[in-house]
């Protein structure tokens, strides 16, 4: 019932780590950091005082990519966890992200290769964040939402359960989609309700809000309500729930 930390670990005060779980060369632990058992930290990662890591967590794991992947190879930096952030049990994150710090990242929840998260941002439980994708400080993505690759999601953006964000117009068919593929833009302050679609490369304004269930397939102005399938505009967001006046 031991855990394994390879030599060449360095720890601050207050850590002991729980049973079964494997921390590998030159991984970096704050202060006062909690690691469940059955967790695994890959080498290279740094990890921010106060932070817990649940059991069966992956942190820092490399990616194994199929031969048809469209994401890029090669090498990556280990992984960075700032402080006071809390790791799910069984979440898994990538080398090559980097998380501000109090952030919650969920059971469950994954966070691909090369993303950029801010602070105080939280990832709920069973959410995917694919590879190369950026989210900014305050950003809360809920239950069970798809954020695909080469996303923008700017600060104090709402993502409702279950919505899911695309990239490829081609779904896999040609080469010309290599060319084209990209995610979508969430500017600051806007919220996306449960289970809409986001097409490729959509822009969604500052502080625009787009209604349950709705399938976004073309820009959103900024302070724009927008619901339905497609969505369509039907009024402005009330000055009451805009940022500044809250």
Known sequence: MTAY????????ESFSPAPFCVIDE?????????????VHIFPGARIGS??????????????????????????????????????????????????????????????????????????????????????GSRTRIQTGAYVTAYVTLEEDVFIAPMVVTTNDNYMGRTEKRLQEMRGCTVRRGARVGGGSHILPGIEIGEEAFVATGSVVTRDVPQHAVVMGVPARQVREVPAEELLENQ
């Open 26 to 38: 030159d991984v970096v632990i704050g202060d006062n950091v909690t690691v469940g058992s059955f």
């Open 50 to 135: 106060g932070t817990t890591i649940g059991d069966g967590a992956m942190v820092g794991k490399s990616p194994k990519l199929a031969k048809s992947s469209t994401a890029k190879g090669g090498s990556l930096e280990g992984l960075v966890l700032g402080e006071d952030c809390i790791v799910g049990n069984h979440a898994v994150l990538m080398a090559g992200s980097t998380f501000g710090s109090d952030c919650v990242i969920a059971d469950g929840a994954g966070v691909r290769e090369r993303c950029t998260v801010g602070d105080r941002v939280v990832v709920g439980r069973n959410v995917t964040v694919e590879n190369d994708t950026t989210i």
């Open 5 to 12: 930390v390879h030599p060449s670990v360095k720890v601050g």
